[in-house]
């Protein structure tokens, strides 16, 4: 099993910034992909970032590519988000999940976190 927590959300203004964190505990490999994941209310889960664990390839969804940075950082465990020139559109619960696959294809992750409120106010 592959327990994920997330951190670091909050309100934020329109131009601003915030990084989240995802800390992975229990069984958790170098070649598993981390990924993040948000959700507005009333809509689906979408993807928004990916990162391989080894090998540190990356990839972002269209709306959030040149705004958003995804890291890792394998001694602690950890991944991360920042998130640059935060948009009201932005706003949505973030989630990370973890998969055997570099993907954006949210069937493909496994583990996931509860989430962390991302709140961009105008």
């Known amino acids: 099993q592959v327990q994920l927590v997330e951190s670091g959300g909050g309100l934020v203004q329109a131009g601003g910034s915030l990084r989240l964190s995802c800390a992975a505990s229990?069984?958790?490999?170098?070649?598993?992909?981390m990924g993040w994941f948000r959700q507005a209310p009333g809509k689906e889960r979408e993807f928004v970032s990916t990162?391989?664990?080894?090998?540190?390839?990356?990839y972002y969804a269209g709306s959030v590519k040149g705004r958003f940075t995804i890291s890792r950082d394998n001694a602690k465990n950890t991944v991360y988000l920042q998130m640059n020139s935060l948009k009201p559109e932005d706003t949505a619960v973030y989630y990370c999940?973890?998969?055997?696959?570099?993907?954006?294809?949210?069937?493909?992750?496994?583990?996931w976190g509860q989430g962390t409120q991302v709140t961009v106010s105008s």
């Open positions: 229990g069984r958790t490999f170098a070649s598993y992909a």
């Open positions: 999940a973890a998969s055997r696959l570099h993907t954006d294809y949210i069937r493909e992750y496994d583990y």
């Open positions: 990162i391989s664990w080894s090998g540190g390839s990356t």
